[in-house]
């Protein structure tokens, strides 16, 4: 695609900091909400900073975007073939006691969320051992 997706950058900083900015150059893949799917964008420049863990910007590669300083700013080419971004909070992980109700709920504020379904849903497996195995045995097999 040659359409830009703009991203808000946040003013919270990153949880470890980085000394330089980063810039990824390779495929970006990110939701596309209005849809329910995910957008596929190949040779693209994703730029964040090193000071609110931001991006502050995401583009095409086409040598239009120059606003960074290649020697303050770690540059990393991913490989085409097998390596790909996701930017943005992406929850890419499960729990098992998560496994029987994935992808619900997906539009609940995260309290909400795991006062609906988790902590019930963990709850149920604590003293049902059978129960706990034949979910565990699911998420692991």
């Not at 893949?29 to 000071?51: F, M």
């Not at 991913?78 to 997906?106: K, M, W």
């Not at 988790?118 to 059978?130: G, I, N, R, V, W």
Request: hydrophobic fraction near 30%; include cysteine; proline fraction near 9%.
């Amino acid at each position: 695609r040659n359409e830009v997706k703009p991203f808000t950058p946040h003013s919270e900083p990153m949880s470890i900091p980085i000394q330089h900015d980063i810039v990824f150059i390779g495929t970006c893949i990110v939701p596309d909400d209005t849809e329910k799917s995910i957008l596929i964008y190949t040779n693209r420049i994703l730029h964040v900073s090193s000071v609110t863990g931001s991006i502050l910007y995401f583009g095409p590669n086409d040598g239009t975007y120059s606003y960074y300083d290649p020697n303050k700013t770690e540059v990393i080419r991913l490989n085409p073939r097998y390596e790909f971004l996701c930017p943005g909070f992406v929850d890419t992980h499960i729990h098992a006691p998560q496994y029987s109700y994935t992808g619900t709920g997906t539009d609940r504020p995260l309290m909400d969320w795991l006062e609906t379904y988790t902590f019930p849903a963990e709850m149920a497996l604590k003293d049902d051992h059978m129960r706990a195995r034949n979910v565990y045995e699911k998420v692991v097999d």
